[in-house]
């Protein structure tokens, strides 16, 4: 398909290139026959133009010799058969191009309607590429909207599917199949905007997964509020990675960069999984309790695979009794939603309790 569409765009430029070369050839032969009769350089060309074009005021000079009539026959017979063709060529790929867009856009919303389950992407910046690359490796289908051009473009160069739209109006949505999709992923660099498309979205599909991207600490209650699921500021996780390879360097490099636990990585995310390693505060909930007791607290959202201390002791697989120290680096593997780990390992300790034991 993609052969024939190249064809037939191929075919209207090649036609108007011909055509553009005789024309110029036929101009140049005339000019050259005139000036070989005597005439100027600019008498002759002014004159092959008033002919080609069939415009016809008066000639310049006599045309009284039968070597001058010979010459503008040819020009009138083969330039003004020169400049139809031209002519047709012009509407040829201006028709095509036409007709490509109208065919491109209408494939595009065949596939849309054809989309239950599936991901919506708002914006394909940075952040966006690197989610659709990872969400298509994975098998899902997904959905691109930008209202630029040139990103929806370069989506659609990359593979996916792509509309250009504005997220952030409600039509825009709607024509992504916003009420049948899963998953909405707005990645905006734009709080603002990112606010808006949460409200959107939520409004019109209430069962909807909205995550949300937030450049401020600050826009994170604004995108809950809104309705978002799950927030996600880049600057914060930034920061925990750099803290990572500066606490844990060994560990943080093992989990990060080792091909094979990349590998093992994605096949804990197709379960549901998720590997990390997150640095216990001086004011967490599990400081002071035990591996058994967390995980207890966790009730199965999350179980500890190793411990690294301040120290740089590593305690790989720890026993149930071993205690978390403020400094630790704890490497875990949870579900994918983290409520209850971040409860655990972040929050206050005076904030979370259960029945005697406070967390």
Not at 100 to 108: A, I
Not at 232 to 254: C, D, K, Q, S
Not at 287 to 304: L, N, P, Q, S
Request: charged residues 20%; aromatic residues 6%; contains cysteine.
């Amino acid at each position: 398909m993609n052969d024939r569409v190249r064809g037939l765009l191929a075919s209207p430029l090649r036609n108007l290139a011909v055509a553009v070369g005789f024309v110029a050839l036929v101009m140049a032969a005339s000019t050259v026959g005139y000036m070989a009769a005597g005439w100027g350089f600019g008498d002759a060309a002014y004159m092959v133009i008033l002919t080609i074009f069939s415009v016809g005021y008066e000639e310049v000079h006599p045309v009284n010799t039968a070597a001058l009539h010979a010459v503008t026959v040819a020009t009138i017979a083969l330039g003004c058969t020169g400049m139809i063709v031209l002519t047709g060529a012009l509407v040829q790929v201006f028709t095509i191009g036409q007709i490509t867009e109208l065919l491109g856009l209408t494939r595009v919303n065949s596939e849309i309607e054809k989309l239950k389950g599936h991901v919506i992407i708002c914006g394909f910046g940075r952040i966006g590429v690197m989610l659709a690359k990872d969400l298509k490796d994975g098998g899902t289908d997904l959905l691109v909207l930008d209202r630029s051009e040139a990103r929806v473009a370069e989506a659609q160069a990359m593979g996916f599917l792509a509309l250009q739209v504005d997220a952030a109006d409600e039509a825009g949505l709607k024509a992504g199949g916003v009420e049948r999709a899963r998953v909405l992923a707005t990645v905006l660099p734009d709080d603002a905007a990112n606010v808006f498309i949460t409200l959107s979205a939520r409004s019109l599909n209430p069962k909807l997964t909205i995550i949300a991207r937030g450049e401020q600490p600050s826009t994170e209650s604004k995108l809950i509020y809104a309705g978002a699921d799950k927030v996600v500021l880049p600057t914060h996780i930034g920061a925990e990675r750099i803290a990572e390879m500066i606490l844990h360097p060994e560990t943080a490099r093992f989990v990060r960069e080792s091909e094979q636990m990349r590998d093992f990585d994605k096949t804990l995310r197709d379960l549901g999984l998720h590997l990390d390693m997150i640095t216990v505060p001086q004011d967490a909930a599990a400081v002071g309790h035990t591996v058994a007791e967390v995980e207890e607290r966790g009730k199965g959202a999350f179980f500890v695979v190793q411990i690294d201390r301040r120290s740089g002791e590593a305690l790989t697989r720890p026993a149930a009794d071993v205690r978390f120290e403020p400094g630790d680096g704890v490497l875990v593997v949870a579900r994918a939603k983290l409520t209850t780990l971040t409860a655990v390992f972040q929050a206050p300790a005076e904030r979370v309790r259960a029945g005697r034991s406070r967390f």
